[in-house]
Nanobody, 122 residues
Framework: EVQLQASGGGLVQAGGSLRLSCATS????????IAWFRQVPGKEREGVSC????????YYADSAKGRFTMFRNNAKNTAYLQMNDLKPEDTAVYYC???????????????WGQGTLVTVSS
C-alpha cells in the first residue's frame, strides 16, 4: 500500500523558513516522480514543485522559484521542501504526491499525502 506522510508544517513569521518532509512507503521511491502542492481553503490546489525520478530534475512554480528548494533522499524514501523567505501568501496546507508516470505541476498524481499546515504571519 502506497503511503505518504507529510510533516514539518507550523507557524512562522514572514521571512522565516520551514522544511517540509514527505516520508513514503509501499513503493519503489526511486522510480516515482514526486511533487509538492498547496491549497488554501476555497481555492484550487496548486503545484509548487516536482522532482523527476528519471533524471533528478526539479521544476518550480513561479511563486516558489528562488525561495523554495525541493530535494529527495532516495535512501530514506523521503522528499523535502525547503522553504525560505516565507510570505503570508504562502499560508496553505501543503501536500506531497507521487506517480510513476506523470510529472508536472498539474493534479495528475495517483497518490497523495494527508497535508501539513503552514501558516506565515505578517
Amino acid at each position: 500500500e502506497v503511503q505518504l506522510q507529510a510533516s514539518g508544517g507550523g507557524l512562522v513569521q514572514a521571512g522565516g523558513s520551514l522544511r517540509l518532509s514527505c516520508a513514503t512507503s509501499g513503493f519503489t521511491f526511486d522510480d516515482y516522480n514526486i511533487a509538492w502542492f498547496r491549497q488554501v481553503p476555497g481555492k484550487e490546489r496548486e503545484g509548487v514543485s516536482c522532482s523527476s525520478a528519471s533524471d533528478g530534475s526539479t521544476y518550480y512554480a513561479d511563486s516558489a522559484k528562488g525561495r523554495f528548494t525541493m530535494f529527495r533522499n532516495n535512501a530514506k524514501n523521503t522528499a523535502y521542501l525547503q522553504m525560505n523567505d516565507l510570505k503570508p501568501e504562502d499560508t496553505a496546507v501543503y501536500y506531497c504526491a507521487v506517480d510513476w508516470r506523470y510529472y508536472g505541476l498539474d493534479l495528475g498524481y495517483d497518490f497523495w499525502g494527508q497535508g501539513t499546515l503552514v501558516t506565515v504571519s505578517s
